[in-house]
């Protein structure tokens, strides 16, 4: 079991950066697959970006492709979310996420792939 905590979030201006962290407790990190949804109020969480455990693929959302980077450090237990070119429609919580399922490559657009998320941190852009 892995336990996760999200930072970097905050306010930024359109076409500005961020990067968003997720630090991972647990001595296994390397065996979860991780991944970033995010929230807009009022609606479902959304698939943003994942990565599997061997930092062999990544995986990216139409919305966020060429503009979001997603990277791992096993050796640190972290995940990295680089957000470049932000646009007030990215305004979100933001969750960290991992899982081990073994459908992962198939499933991994879904919620219901990842057993351990973050509290999420709130990203906003301003027109």
């Known amino acids: 079991q892995v336990h996760l905590v999200e930072s970097g979030g905050g306010l930024v201006q359109a076409g500005g950066s961020l990067r968003l962290s997720c630090a991972a407790s647990?001595?296994?990190?390397?065996?979860?697959?991780m991944a970033w949804f995010r929230q807009a109020p009022g609606k479902e969480r959304d698939f943003v970006a994942a990565?599997?455990?061997?930092?062999?693929?990544?995986y990216y959302a139409d919305s966020v492709k060429d503009r979001f980077t997603v990277s791992r450090d096993n050796i640190k237990n972290t995940v990295t979310l680089q957000m470049n070119s932000l646009k007030p429609e990215d305004t979100a919580v933001y969750y960290c996420a991992a899982g081990r399922s073994p459908s992962y490559r198939v499933y991994y657009k879904t919620t219901g792939t990842y057993d351990t998320w973050g509290q999420g941190t709130q990203v906003t852009v301003l027109t």
């Open positions: 647990g001595r296994t990190f390397s065996n979860y697959a």
């Open positions: 990565i599997n455990w061997n930092v062999g693929s990544t």
